[in-house]
């Protein structure tokens, strides 16, 4: 991002502030405008959350995707709103790095002050964040009345109150969907296995991160880590039978036109987390960082909501069109799911009840 200063400043002769008479330091008529521009020129001056008469405030959110997603559809809309309620004194600017390192470089970045707002995953912060391993854990979301329902729960306060000594502010949550299993060539259960998911055995594209990789391994499938460029080939080959995404996701990337079957799993739900650096957002004037924070959460709830729609709507038009075809499944497959999820996720839910000072969670997980 650009300094708010840009071009060196000229001061007339004799401005100087060091008297000789004195031998002490003075302000005199430009001294404190030279301390200022001087400090500011070698980066060591007021940061970047301090407006100068040059205009607004310029705040840079690092985005791991681009395109049309529900929730990067929204951050153009809170871009909007904060410069509107703002009077123009604070301008967000959008920054794809989705090519540039993704996930981990931007949360690196930021909290090294590189930018000062950022969209990841939920997955992602996890890896950082252990109290973030909450949002990633199966069969904890059944449908999106839950999922907007968390923000400012009090299992939602108790993960925002396990990072007060970090150099991050979570802002507010955004949405791309609950996975769930494409079937690319329909396949049938022979009777003798009707308890069994169509996806047990299958041979599944799973997400690249290693433990939304576990967990879909630990249902049954036979999950490929295999980087998205490789994946068309590898459809046609016929070696990839399903591809484990969400209905926004497949549907941008254009693989469910041609798929068989959609199983909407309802267990995994794709949480992204919008969070600022923390000193950035502490610089801000009091009334722009309560700005900030209040719209932010705002538009992050509509997000939510929006998702959840998109989601709905794209499932019936795949229900009309008769490809993929949305299937449900069985309930006796989601009490199975759960009994073949509990060695990987329970003890990952004692962890968080220590971390998070909550003795629910594991009743919670365990309630059908």
């Known amino acids: 991002m650009k300094s ?4 060196a400043l000229n001061f007339p002769a004799g401005s100087g502030f060091f008297s000789r008479k004195t031998g002490l330091f003075q302000l005199g008529k430009w001294g404190l405008v030279r301390i200022i521009a001087g400090l500011m020129v070698l980066g060591l001056g007021f940061p970047s959350a301090v407006a100068s008469a040059e205009g607004p405030i310029q705040a840079a959110i690092a985005l791991p995707q681009d395109g049309d997603l529900i929730y990067i559809r929204n951050l153009w809309n809170l871009r909007t709103r904060l410069n509107k309620a703002s009077g123009g004194r604070l301008e967000l600017n959008p920054v794809s790095r989705w090519r540039a390192g993704g996930e981990n470089a931007i949360l690196a970045d930021l909290l090294k002050g590189q930018h000062q707002l950022a969209f990841t995953s939920a997955a992602t912060l996890a890896n950082t964040l252990p109290a973030f391993r909450l949002l990633t854990l199966p069969l904890l979301f059944r449908d999106f009345e839950e999922v907007i329902a ?3 729960s009090p299992l939602e306060q108790a993960l925002r109150a396990s990072t007060p000594d970090k150099e991050l502010v979570i802002l507010g949550y955004a949405s791309f969907g609950f996975y769930g299993i494409l079937e690319l060539a329909p396949t049938e259960n022979p009777p003798d296995r009707a308890l069994t998911p169509p996806w047990n055995g299958m041979r599944v594209r799973a997400p690249l991160e290693p433990w939304l990789r576990r967990i ?3 249902l049954g499938m036979r999950t490929l880590e295999l ?9 046609n080959d016929g070696w990839v039978q399903g591809v484990a995404s969400t209905p926004e996701l497949l549907e941008r990337a254009g693989l469910s036109a041609t798929a068989s079957r959609f199983h909407t799993l309802r267990i995994l739900h794709g949480w992204m987390v919008l969070y600022a650096n923390r000193s950035w957002l502490d610089g801000l004037p009091a ?4 700005l ?6 705002q538009t992050c709830q509509e997000s939510l909501a929006r998702a959840g729609e998109r989601e709905n709507n794209l499932l019936k038009a795949w229900r009309a069109a008769g490809h993929p075809e949305p ?3 069985e309930s006796a497959w989601r009490d199975q799911a759960r009994n073949d999820l509990a060695p990987l996720v329970e003890p990952e839910i004692e962890n968080l009840q220590t971390v998070l000072q909550n003795n629910t969670l594991k009743a919670r997980w365990r309630t059908p």
């Open 4 to 7: 708010i200063v840009e071009n």
């Open 292 to 297: 900030v924070i209040r719209l932010a959460e």
């Open 216 to 218: 879909h391994h630990s």
């Open 150 to 152: 968390f923000a400012g």
């Open 227 to 235: 980087p998205a460029q490789d994946l068309p080939e590898a459809m």
């Open 287 to 290: 009334d722009l960082k309560e």
């Open 327 to 329: 299937r449900e499944p």
